[in-house]
Each structure stands twice: as structure tokens, then as C-alpha cells.
């Protein structure tokens, strides 16, 4: 089992940029596939970004692509959103999810058993 807390969020101007983190208990961290989701208000839980074990293949929406980043540090337990050039649009809550390895489709939230609490990124105009 794992356990996860996300931290990094806040308030932005557009266009500004945030880092969220997300580290994650237990020893075997390198066994879990890691993805971002974030939720807006009325909204549906939305995928942002997923990164496997060995980091190869990562996967991104498309509402995303190019101005966000997910990695991971193995050695730290911990996985990162970089996230540029943020839009409105992007304001949510952000919640960090793992499943051990394979996840068969990373983009589906329901693929994921752990998950964190989440934190809010607020966007202004």
C-alpha cells in the first residue's frame, strides 16, 4: 500500500507557472505507474498527465501538451507536475494517483487505487 500527499498549489496569474509535488510513502515506489487528474467545480475528474515506473512511456492531454511536465524521482519517492504558461482553464484541484505496474490505461482514473488528497491551483485572468 501507498500512501500520498500532494503539495505545490496556490494562486497564479495567467501565464505564470507552478510545481506541484506528490511524495508517496513506502519502499517499493518504483513498483507504482504515478498520474495527475484534476477536478474543476461541477466538473468531471479529469486526466492531466502519467508517467510509468521507468519512465518511458509518459502521456499527456492534449488540454496540456507543451506547457506541462510530469517526472519522477525514484530515489525520493516523489513525483513532480511542472506546469508553464498556466490558463484559467487549469484551475482545479489536482490530485496525484498510483497503482502498481502495469496500469492498463493510464488515462482512466478508476485504473488507480491511491490517491491523495489533492490541491488546489487557482489560475487568474
Known amino acids: 500500500q501507498v500512501q500520498l500527499v500532494e503539495s505545490g498549489g496556490g494562486l497564479v496569474q495567467a501565464g505564470g507557472s507552478l510545481r506541484l509535488s506528490c511524495a508517496a510513502s513506502g519502499r517499493t515506489f518504483n513498483n507504482y505507474d504515478m498520474a495527475w487528474f484534476r477536478q474543476a467545480p461541477g466538473k468531471e475528474r479529469e486526466f492531466v498527465a502519467a508517467i510509468t515506473w521507468s519512465e518511458i512511456p509518459i502521456y499527456y492531454a492534449d488540454s496540456v501538451k507543451g506547457r506541462f511536465t510530469i517526472s519522477r524521482d525514484n530515489a525520493k519517492n516523489t513525483v513532480y507536475l511542472q506546469m508553464n504558461s498556466l490558463k484559467p482553464e487549469d484551475t482545479a484541484v489536482y490530485y496525484c494517483?498510483?497503482?502498481?505496474?502495469?496500469?492498463?490505461?493510464?488515462?482512466?482514473?478508476?485504473?488507480?487505487?491511491?490517491w491523495g488528497q489533492g490541491t488546489q491551483v487557482t489560475v487568474s485572468s
Open positions: 494517483a498510483a497503482d502498481r505496474r502495469p496500469v492498463r490505461n493510464a488515462r482512466v482514473w478508476n485504473e488507480y487505487d491511491y
